[in-house]
C-alpha cells in the first residue's frame, strides 16, 4: 500500500481509494481506523490528492526515463 504521513496523520491507499486513516498522536498502533468519521474528511481528501499527485508525477517519470538525481 502506498502511503503518506503528515504528521499526526497517516493514510493508507489502494492505488484506487483511502481505504486506512490514523491519528498517530491519539492511536500509536494505528488500531482505530478513522477512515469513515466525517470530522476527518477534509484532512482525507487532502491527503488523498496529496498522494495521488505523487503517484502520477513518479509514474510520469518512470515512464519518460527521468528517474535521476540532478
Given at each position: 500500500?502506498?502511503?503518506?504521513?503528515?504528521?499526526?496523520?497517516?493514510?493508507?491507499?489502494?492505488?484506487?481509494k483511502s481505504?486506512?486513516?490514523?491519528?498517530?498522536?491519539?492511536?500509536?498502533?494505528m488500531?482505530n481506523?478513522?477512515?469513515?468519521q466525517?470530522a476527518?474528511?477534509s484532512?482525507?481528501?487532502s491527503l488523498t490528492?496529496q498522494?495521488?499527485?505523487?503517484l502520477?508525477?513518479y509514474?510520469f517519470n518512470?515512464?519518460?526515463?527521468k528517474?535521476?538525481?540532478?
Amino acid at each position: 500500500f502506498p502511503v503518506t504521513i503528515v504528521y499526526p496523520f497517516v493514510l493508507h491507499f489502494d492505488k484506487e481509494k483511502s481505504v486506512g486513516f490514523y491519528d498517530l498522536a491519539k492511536d500509536s498502533l494505528m488500531q482505530n481506523n478513522l477512515i469513515n468519521q466525517v470530522a476527518y474528511q477534509s484532512k482525507i481528501d487532502s491527503l488523498t490528492h496529496q498522494i495521488k499527485a505523487t503517484l502520477q508525477t513518479y509514474h510520469f517519470n518512470l515512464i519518460h526515463n527521468k528517474m535521476y538525481l540532478p
